[in-house]
């Protein structure tokens, strides 16, 4: 079973950026997909942004235009996070997506307060 260690969590003012990674135990392309979700307190776990085996990239509407995500390599997936908000303060989990089946890291907590 692939193992997910995200790290680059903390605390960010207002305006800041985060880049988040996400390191993977096997090759990313033996999935359909990676992705990023978040869980804020009180929440539930919602799509933050994902991408294809293919390149495609897929973002939440509250995140278009200040998020990025990408890969490096055969093992690593980035969330650039940029103009972070308060509204952004969650726990960012990364996603690996085998058909219908994800495989979860255990999570990178992420606080945006001035």
């Known amino acids: 079973q692939v193992q997910l260690v995200e790290s680059g969590g903390g605390l960010v003012q207002p305006g800041g950026s985060l880049r988040l990674s996400c390191a993977a135990s096997?090759?990313?392309?033996?999935?359909?997909?990676m992705g990023w979700y978040r869980q804020a307190s009180g929440k539930q776990r919602e799509l933050v942004a994902t991408?294809?085996?293919?390149?495609?990239t897929n973002y939440a509407d509250s995140v278009k235009g200040r998020f990025t995500i990408s890969r490096e390599g055969a093992n690593l997936v980035y969330l650039e996070m940029n103009n972070l908000e308060p509204e952004d303060t969650a726990v960012y989990y990364c996603?690996?997506?085998?058909?219908?089946?994800?495989?979860w890291g255990q999570g990178a907590q992420v606080a945006v307060t001035s």
């Open positions: 996603d690996a997506r085998l058909m219908s089946r994800s495989y």
């Open positions: 096997e090759s990313i392309f033996n999935f359909n997909a």
């Open positions: 991408i294809t085996v293919g390149g495609s």
